[in-house]
C-alpha cells in the first residue's frame, strides 16, 4: 500500500512540474519558449533524473544507479550547451533534480530542501503573468490564459505542497482524509484570493496609439530648464566619427504632447528620413558604455543577382529581435573573437522589437514601461562588440581567411550577379585598388586583407552623401549610384561596399538598424535627452554622459566585414563621403521629443497588487491559525465533557484527550492502524508496567467488555480516570519552554 500510495505521490509530483513547463509552450503570446538547450533541460534532462532517483536500485547495485544517472546526464549536458561553461548549469540542474528526489522518496529525513519546489513552479507561474505586461500585444493574446495560469498557480502551490508533505511524512498517508480536507479547504481560500482580491485587468494594457496630426510646440525656456547637468552643457565626450553630417547649424528642439506622437510607421524611421521632412522623431533613449553603438534589426546576407542583398535563412539573428522571450535568452555558441568587450545597452523605445548590436551574449525579455508615454518598451541585450576603431586593424597584422574559414563562410562569399554586372564592379573594384596603392598610406599597411577594405572605403570620397527616401538597393540602383549619380545615403553606400567587399575575396553582409553615436548628439539632442531624463526616473540611473537619444533620422544601413581572428566587425561605408549640406543631412531637423502630460488619456498597466495580496494572505493565514486553535481547544472541551459520561463512551473521549495532550508535549503521533496496546511500545516511558499501559488495558476492558454490573463498570472508569492523569504526569516534559510547547501545539489536530 506504502509503495502504491508513493507511486502515485511521483506521479502527481510530475504532473504539477510538467503542467508548469508546458505553460509557457501553450501561452499565446510567446514566440519561443525553449530552444534547444532549454528544452533538453526542462522535457529530458531534470524529468529523467527524477525518474531514475525514484526508481529502486537492484539489491546491491547502488552503484550503478548512480552510473545511470550520471552518464546520460553528462552526455545530455553537453548536447544541451556544448563543451564549455554552457553545460554546467544543465548539469547542475540534473545533479539537483536526481538529489531533490532521491531525498524526498528515499531518505525524507534529509529532504526537507524540497518544500521550495511548490515556491519554484509559483515563481515561474508569476513570471508568465509578469511576460503577459509586457506588451500591448502580449497581453492582449495572453488575456484568457491569464486567469487559469492564476488559478493553476494557486492549485499548483498548495496541492504540490501537500505531496512534498506526504513524501516528507509518508505515515501521514494513514490519516490522509483529515489533512486533504485541510489542503482542500486551504486550496478553495487561495481560489477566492486569485478571483476576488486581484484587480480583473492587473493585466491589461490598454494603451491608445494616437494617430492625429502633429500639434508641435516649442518648450519655451534656456538650458537651467531642460535639467542638463551643469558638467554636460554642450557635448559630453569625444565620440568617433560616424554619419558625415552639416556643421555650422544647430537644430531645434521641439515637444509634442504624448497624447499626439506619431504612429508606427514614423516610429520606425518610415518617412523619417526623406528630404521632403522638416522634423526628427524620437525614436528611443539608448545608454551605454561603450559608443557607437550599431544596433541591427535585419541582417543581409544573401545576395540575390537582380534585388540585392536579403536577409538569408542562414542568418539566424533575423528572428531574435522579434521573438518574445519568457526567460533570459543566451547565445549558445561561443565566443572567440579578438578586441572586444562584453558592454550592456539598454534602450527605452517607442518600438517593441529589440535591436541588437553585435555581437549579442543575452537579450532580457522585453518590458512595459508604464509611466513613459510613447517610450513604453524597456529592452536590455548583453553584447561582445569590438571595442576599437575598426579602421585600426589596418595597421595590424590580419592574415588572410584560411580555407576552413572560406568554407565555413561560403555563403558571405557567393557572387552570383550576371556576367556584364560583375565586370562593372570589377573594373571599379580594380581601380579602387589601384588608386590606394598609390596613395603614402598604402605603404604603411601589413595586411593585404585589410587594404582591400580600406581601399573600397576611401574610394567614395568623391561620393556625396545625403538623406533621401529612396531605400532602392538593388542592383540596377547600386550600378546607377556607382557609375552616373555618385549620389546616396547609408543604403547605397552600405550595399556597395559589402557587394564590392565580396567581389575582393572578404566575407560580406549588410546590417539595417538604428546608429545611436556621440557625434551624432547636437545640442538639441542634449537638450531632449536631459529633459527626458529630468522626467523619466529609470533613465537616471545612468550616467548623463552615457545617454544617446536615437531619432527616425539614425534608422541606418552598414556593411559587416569578416576579419580572421576578430570576426564580424561593423564598419562605417559613409565615413569618407562628402557631407551633406542643407536638407539633405537628416539630423540637421528640429528635434521632437515627447511632452508628458498629467493627466493621460491611456489607462497604464495596473502593477501587480502585492501589498493587497500579502496582506490577504496574512489575514488568510491568521484565520486559519485562529481557526486551527479555535477546533484545538474546542475539541479539548467537549472531550472533557463527554469523559465525564463514564461508560464507554466517556472511555472513548478520554482516550482521545490523552493522545492529543502526548501529541502536544511532542510525543508520537500514533498510526490510525495501530491499538492501544502497540501504541504502548513507541516512546520510551511507556512500555510494560508503565501508567500508560495500564490505561491502554483498561481502555481496551471498557471499550470492548460487556459489563453486567454498572457498578464494577464505573470502578474501571474510575481507574481509567486515575491512570490518565498518571499517564500524563509520567510523560510530561518539563520546564518553561515544555510549558509553551504545549500551549501552542497543533500537533494533537492529527487525531481529528
Known sequence: ???????????????????????????????????RSGFVLWFIIIPYEALIAFLPAPKGKGFGKVILAVLPLFLLSVYAGGFGPGAVAPFGAGILSFTLTLLLFRYPRWGKASVLEPFFLAWVCLRLLAFSRSGEDAAGQSLGLTQIILVWTALVFLLHSAVVYFCLYPKSLARARGETAVFAL????????????????????????????????????DDSEWGIPEENNGRRKDGRKTIPGETGREPGLRGLSENDWPGEGRRRGKGGRGGGETRQYTVMVVASKMEPVYAGESFRG????????????????????????????VNPGTEYDAGRERNEVFSLSTLPQNFLPYRPYSVEPTVLSENSGPL????????????????????????????????????????????????????????????????????????????????????????QYNISDNDNSSIAALKEFLLNTKDGDCVEFSHTAALLGRLAGVPSRVVTGFLAAESLQTTAHIRGLAALRNKLPVLRQFPFEDLYLVTDAHSHAWPQFYIPEYGWIDFEATLFAIPPVGSGDGNMRDVVIPLFDETRVYSPARPFPWRAVLRALGFLAAALLAAAYTIRYGRKLLLHLGARRGGRAGARSLYLLLLARLAADGRP????????????????????????????????ELRWREFADPAEQAERFRQLRQEYRNSIEAVRRRGLRAFFIRLFSLRGLAYL
Request: no cysteine; net charge negative; aromatic share 12%.
Open 376 to 463: 513604453r518598451y524597456i529592452h536590455r541585450v548583453v553584447a561582445d562588440m569590438h571595442a576599437a576603431n575598426p579602421l585600426e586593424l589596418a595597421a595590424a597584422p590580419v592574415r588572410d581567411l584560411t580555407p576552413g574559414e572560406a568554407e565555413t563562410l561560403a555563403a558571405y562569399l557567393e557572387f552570383p550577379l550576371a556576367p556584364a554586372d560583375r565586370e562593372i564592379f570589377s573594373v571599379y573594384l580594380a581601380g579602387a585598388l589601384e588608386d590606394w596603392r598609390h596613395t603614402g598610406f598604402a605603404a604603411t599597411m601589413e595586411s593585404g586583407y585589410m587594404e582591400k577594405i580600406v581601399a573600397i572605403l576611401t574610394s567614395f570620397d568623391d561620393y
Open 186 to 221: 486551504a486550496s478553495a481560500a487561495a481560489l477566492a484570493l486569485v478571483l476576488f482580491v486581484l484587480p480583473a485587468d492587473f493585466i491589461r494594457n490598454t494603451v491608445i496609439a494616437n494617430l492625429l496630426s502633429d500639434r508641435v510646440d516649442k518648450k519655451p525656456g
Open 302 to 329: 544573401r545576395l540575390d543577382p537582380a534585388a540585392g542583398f536579403l536577409p538569408g535563412p542562414h542568418e539566424p539573428l533575423n528572428n531574435l529581435p522579434h521573438l518574445r522571450l519568457l526567460s533570459t535568452w
Open 1 to 35: 500500500m506504502v509503495k502504491k500510495s508513493r507511486t502515485a505521490l511521483f506521479v502527481l509530483r510530475l504532473f504539477f512540474y510538467f503542467g508548469t513547463a508546458l505553460l509557457p509552450v501553450l501561452h499565446p503570446g510567446i514566440s519561443i519558449s525553449y530552444d
Open 669 to 700: 503521533i500514533k498510526p490510525a492502524s495501530k491499538t492501544a496496546a502497540e501504541y504502548v511500545q513507541l516512546f520510551p516511558g511507556a512500555g510494560e508496567g508503565s501508567p500508560f499501559a495500564a490505561f491502554a488495558a483498561l481502555y481496551a
